[in-house]
């Protein structure tokens, strides 16, 4: 079953077009990440999901149904900032979103203490660091043990010991069989969180599915030798690459990910008499292959 | 309904605006009408003053304490505006939305408050109105209770235009602005120009028309109209039907209500 499914939403405002007919599905089950960069448009789609804007076009469906304010209160959702009652206490802006979501307080202690709150409890929220503030509103999502997640930039301004917490928290509520779904501009949160990935550009889909599928990447083996035109003619018998190509007098040779072995390109070309002068392994750059996707 | 307000009632009563604009907005009203009780008092021991009969004792106090009530209705006004600016500032809007509410629910618990307040603020003109006609003696009367009513008509009616504003434009300062703007300086003006164009045709004021009284602040205001020198008055200044102010009334406050909820429920929030 789809937990979420977008059918052909399009939303303009004015003459710009930020979403320009999105359609993808989400399987239960799964973290899946929204991938763009800045201003793609990834945050216009949740909040339509969320109804706090109408899309100009377009249909969309949660759990497999016509999406009610009910479906809502099943998924715990923090979309682009931490908003709360700047003059009201953590307790008591996490007593309102219980109310709202139809869930007892007894879910407060222990969601404060997930996110490591319990002692500020009692601090008014306009005296809370960005940081506090984020964490309180991944506290807010997990009243009630919602099924479905929904995490728009969930690691934004908090510090590296903070993302690794959310990232660890993610992973475990994933393992216990909840479905995630998490915006981001970074590719690498996305990959090392999520299962399957939809790519937004520009208010388009580029591309959606399986992580290792769409995210895949390559091993780069750059190797240099005195004669480059023997080596090049030698290395074309090599077994296992899938494309070659020539850069800064040093030819790369790109293999799937781990079925690199440099020991046998090394006797292979020693064999057939070229002694190399360089033989690196790079790994493409994550952010090559965003520019890639997104460009 | 009970599940909603309850809510709204976590969101108030820790907001110290709430607390303070509530309690000014009581002692306001009784202090307005000691003053003018006690002026009116001491005015009344002179012999001249006798013959004007006592504006403070039954049955003309309901009249009296409703009347001069009406100036304090823009504190709960400003306290609406507040309540609501907030949750745009704070963008908890969105957030009530996103945790589960309907765009429906936000709105019409926000209209049952204003009826909420109104009702209270109307049990406290009652409560100074019987404490101020029992103090000044007299035989107990309910004749012209019915002016608290029309009170509760102009509460409801002002609140729920500071609702409208505040939903139409989102931000406290400007929304306060617009709204006494509005409420005290525009519509006498627009009052001042519908009138001063008639009178340039007609000479005798008491044949004038007063169209203005239909203008939406006024239309709920003439319900109750100044009530001191009333005879006097009423037959130098022609007044308009009470059945007409009434239906002015509800059509405004149908008006306010409609555009509200039609602006919350289709806009991008």
């Not at chain 1, 500020?120 to 960005?130: I, M, N």
């Not at chain 1, 995210?215 to 494309?243: F, R, T, W």
Request: glycine share 6%; with cysteine.
């Amino acid at each position: 079953m789809s937990i979420l499914s977008l059918e052909n939403i399009h939303k303009d405002y004015g003459r710009v077009q930020a979403l320009k007919g999105v359609s993808f599905n989400v399987p239960k089950g799964t973290v899946f990440g929204i991938l763009g960069p800045n201003g793609s448009g990834k945050t216009t789609m949740l909040g339509i999901i969320m109804d706090i804007l109408k899309p100009t076009s377009g249909t969309y469906k949660l759990f497999g149904e016509a999406p009610t304010e009910k479906h809502r209160r099943q998924i715990g959702t923090f979309l682009e900032t931490p908003n709360f009652y700047h003059y009201l206490s953590a307790e008591q802006n996490l007593k309102i979103s219980a109310a709202i979501k139809g869930r007892g307080e007894a879910d407060i202690p222990k969601v404060l203490e997930m996110v490591n709150l319990t002692q500020r409890k009692d601090s008014r929220f306009s005296t809370y660091s960005l940081g506090m503030k984020q964490r309180l509103a991944i506290a807010s999502c997990l009243l009630g043990n919602p099924e479905v997640l929904i995490l728009d930039e969930p690691t934004n301004g908090l510090d590296p010991v903070g993302i690794a917490e959310i990232r660890a928290l993610i992973k475990k509520l994933y393992l216990e069989g909840s479905t995630i779904i998490m915006a981001s501009h970074l590719l690498d949160e996305v990959e090392k969180v999520c299962t399957h990935v939809a790519i937004l550009k520009k208010g388009e889909l580029v591309a959606t599915g399986n992580v290792n599928e769409i995210l895949a990447n390559e091993d780069i083996v750059e190797i240099g030798a005195a004669d480059m035109s023997k080596l090049k003619s030698s290395v074309q018998h090599l077994p296992g690459y899938s494309s070659m190509s020539e850069q800064d007098n040093l030819i790369r040779l790109f293999y799937p990910v781990g079925t690199t072995n440099l020991e046998s390109i090394n006797r292979h070309c020693f064999n057939e008499g070229i002694v190399l002068n360089h033989l690196q392994l790079k790994k493409k750059s994550l952010e090559s292959k965003f520019f890639e996707l997104t460009n | 309904m009970i599940k909603l307000l309850k809510i709204e009632w976590l969101k108030m009563k820790n907001y110290t605006a709430f607390v303070a604009i509530g309690l000014i907005f009581l002692v306001c009203v009784f202090g307005v009408n000691f003053i003018a009780y006690t002026f009116n008092k001491s005015v009344q021991e002179t012999p001249a003053a006798m013959l004007m009969g006592s504006y403070f004792s039954f049955p003309n106090v309901w009249h009296t304490v409703s009347w001069l009530s009406n100036f304090t209705l823009f504190l709960p006004g400003l306290l609406i505006i507040l309540m609501i600016t907030n949750e745009f500032t704070y963008k908890t809007h969105r957030q009530n939305i996103i945790d589960g509410w309907s765009r429906n629910q936000f709105i019409k618990v926000k209209i049952v408050i204003v009826f909420i307040f109104s009702a209270a603020a109307t049990l406290w003109v009652f409560i100074v109105a019987l404490a101020i006609g029992l103090f000044s003696g007299g035989a107990f009367s309910v004749d012209k209770i019915y002016y608290t009513g029309y009170f509760f008509i102009q509460s409801v009616s002002i609140l729920m235009l500071a609702l409208m504003i505040s939903v139409l434009v989102k931000r406290a300062a400007l929304a306060i602005a617009v709204f006494i703007a509005y409420v005290y300086i525009l519509e006498n003006l627009i009052g001042a120009i519908i009138n001063g164009l008639q009178y340039k045709n007609i000479s005798d004021p008491s044949k004038m028309i007063p169209y203005a009284d239909v203008l939406p602040i006024n239309a709920t205001d003439s319900l109750v109209p100044f009530p001191f020198f009333r005879e006097l008055l009423n037959k130098a200044m022609p007044q308009m039907n009470i059945y007409i102010l009434l239906g002015a009334s509800l059509v405004y406050l149908m008006a306010y209500i409609f555009i509200s909820r039609k602006q919350f429920l289709i806009r991008d929030l």
